[in-house]
């Protein structure tokens, strides 16, 4: 019997809960929620950037490494 009246009252506050976003001053442009979303987006965005210039700068510094292992392989006087 309790945990019948424990899921009428957890499905009345859910019900309660949704019906309380549905005030007409809550704008679709201005919720906390859509904000929220737009700032993580803008976030993943400069990630990405980020993660893609760090991988040009990664690539840059591996053909320079390769670039001195080469030029040292055929400057080195015991080489082959």
Do not use: F
């Amino acid at each position: 019997m309790r945990q019948i009246a424990l899921v009428l009252v957890v499905s009345a506050a859910a019900v309660l809960a949704g019906c309380a976003d549905s005030h007409p001053d809550n704008s679709r442009g201005d919720s906390a929620a859509r904000q929220a979303g737009r700032a993580a987006y803008q976030l993943k965005q400069d990630a990405a950037k980020g993660a893609h210039d760090l991988e040009r700068g990664l690539n840059r510094a591996a053909k320079d490494v390769h670039q001195g292992w080469t030029e040292a392989k055929h400057s080195d006087p015991t080489h082959r």
